[in-house]
């Protein structure tokens, strides 16, 4: 197998299988179209070299402290810190270069004489304008906003190398720190996306306004932006040289992002929040050469994650993150940004019950309500309000569900009439088997005593029970039914001979399954 990275076959069907010199001339004419330079993290991003390839930082929320006063003491303010995990990956490439073939070609002026084969001109050349290149290209195109990590992809594509951007805007937008999701801006549309952006760049809080911010999107729809408010006649100019992609009225940039061309997306953030790691990321000075036989292999690997400092300081539109606007919360600017952040943060399920914890994120308006809605499909259907603890977390318990049976849970803020609801989660019921807890033996005469069992059926499953009983193990034993109820069973047993020793077990019954409890033994009196 050859995999070698030079296909030079048309070279010798046109020039034919000899070489000429000029080697400089020659050189100045190998062109190529562009290639995409890397630019949406080198422009935007804090690049941190770091060994770590799991980097941990942190965010923290805090409640307001400021209260009427008062000669008591009562504590008012909280300060929550929060984890947040950035994982590296580690990535290659692998190049095969046999660079004889082009010593009868054209290609001739990138060979050398009396030296090794790895100090050729054509292994340099392969090196710096092709590999280095090809690596800001493809982490461009293909990682840094449309990569989702698969390690168990057999493909041996980028776009399988690392979480991009998308990804993590996705996935922020039901984390638990959640990403600001900005509702009612839709997929970006030339038509309207001078409206669109300012819409977007409207639900930003106003303390950002004298902040720089980075609205992100598709190279072409930067573009668009500019032409639309061109069309709408929003240019007060000398000339076409003083247009650019500033939001006006603010410091707000917009920045055409070649990682994003092809998608209707839109996103932002401020400078620095976003973090790009890499561990031994040099192109060029770190790329291994071994030579074998007559070829080159060149190989690079290294580590990359991509991640942001702090949610809260990301925006992106319901579109982006593929999210349906459930919120239906409407300000006079029609915009909403997600300033209250309901989250579910446990679902503990029973048979019939489901305990729920949830957490509010940002300050609950006076008169608001938190609710978890709940339903046997997505469209839910139930609600049941939750009561807010000491800690101030929020809870309820769900009653009266279906056994074995996966329910829908979202939690939900009112505010008047407006609801803002957090990410939909999944939880399943239980089908809790009984279980036996004790036999007892009492009223024991000559000829009778009296079995009763205590068990527990969570489920209600029991629909029958009995005892079994014999004076020998190696024989069948008697079976005597009984009656479970609420949890015991009682049997009377008759017919039984003085001055022997019985063995007995009892059993409770779901179908055709018994459960049983261990033999034991009693003995009846002599007289």
């Not at 709408?232 to 076409?240: A, E, W």
């Amino acid at each position: 197998m050859s995999n070698q990275v030079l296909t030079i076959e048309k070279i010798v069907e046109e020039y034919g299988k000899y070489y000429i010199q000029n080697a400089k001339e020659n050189r100045s004419r190998l062109v190529r179209s562009l290639m995409q330079p890397a630019v949406t993290l080198e422009k935007n991003a804090m690049h941190v070299p770091t060994e770590d390839t799991v980097y941990r930082s942190g965010n923290y929320l805090t409640e307001s402290v400021i209260q009427p006063f008062s000669t008591d003491f009562t504590p008012k303010g909280g300060v929550e810190f929060i984890p947040n995990t950035i994982i590296q990956r580690q990535v290659k490439t692998d190049i095969k270069i046999i660079p004889n073939e082009i010593e009868e070609s054209w290609l001739a002026f990138l060979a050398a004489n009396n030296c090794s084969i790895k100090d050729w001109p054509v292994v340099r050349f392969i090196m710096e304008e092709y590999v280095k290149r090809q690596i800001e290209e493809d982490r461009e195109n293909k990682i840094v906003y449309k990569g989702v990590y698969n390690p168990a992809s057999t493909e041996k594509i980028p776009e399988v190398c690392l979480d991009g951007i998308h990804k993590i805007l996705t996935d922020g937008a039901a984390a638990d720190y959640p990403i600001n999701v900005v509702n009612k801006i839709g997929e970006l549309d030339e038509a309207t996306i001078f409206d669109q952006v300012e819409a977007f760049d409207a639900a930003i809080p106003s303390r950002y306004f004298n902040e720089k911010v980075i609205i992100f999107m598709a190279p072409e729809y930067a573009r668009a932006y500019l032409a639309n408010k061109r069309e709408k006649g929003y240019y007060n100019i000398k000339s076409d040289d003083e247009i650019n992609l500033a939001i006006d009225f603010s410091k707000h940039m917009i920045f055409a992002s070649p990682a994003m061309a092809g998608t209707k997306h839109i996103w932002a953030t401020v400078p620095r929040n976003l973090l790009w790691l890499t561990k031994r990321y040099q192109p060029i000075s770190n790329m291994q050469m071994q030579v074998e036989d007559r070829y080159v292999k060149l190989l690079l690997d290294w580590w990359e994650g991509i991640g942001f400092r702090c949610n809260q300081m990301v925006w992106a539109s319901e579109a982006t993150i593929g999210a349906s606007a459930t919120d239906t919360a409407s300000p006079s600017n029609g915009i909403v940004v997600r300033t209250i952040n309901p989250v579910l943060t446990g679902a503990v399920a029973g048979d019939t019950t489901v305990d729920v914890t949830a957490k509010v994120l940002g300050e609950l308006p006076e008169g608001a309500t938190v609710r978890v809605a709940y339903g046997t499909t997505s469209s839910l259907g139930s609600t049941a309000d939750m009561t807010q603890g000491e800690d101030g977390g929020f809870y309820a318990q769900l009653t009266g569900l279906t056994r074995n049976t996966k329910h829908y849970l979202e939690v939900q803020v009112v505010v008047s009439d407006d609801v803002y609801s957090g990410v939909k989660a999944e939880v399943k019921t239980l089908t809790t088997a009984p279980s036996l807890t004790a036999l007892a033996m009492s009223d024991i005469t000559t000829t009778t005593a009296k079995a009763t069992l205590t068990y527990s059926d969570p489920s209600n499953l029991v629909d029958g029970g009995g005892v079994e009983i014999t004076t020998d193990l190696a024989e069948t034993p008697t079976n005597v039914n009984g009656s479970p109820s609420a949890g015991t069973m009682a049997v009377n047993l008759t017919s039984l001979t003085l001055s022997t020793t019985y063995y007995v077990r009892a059993y409770v019954k779901v179908g055709t399954e018994k459960t049983y409890t261990s033999w034991s033994t009693f003995a009846t009196p002599a007289t």
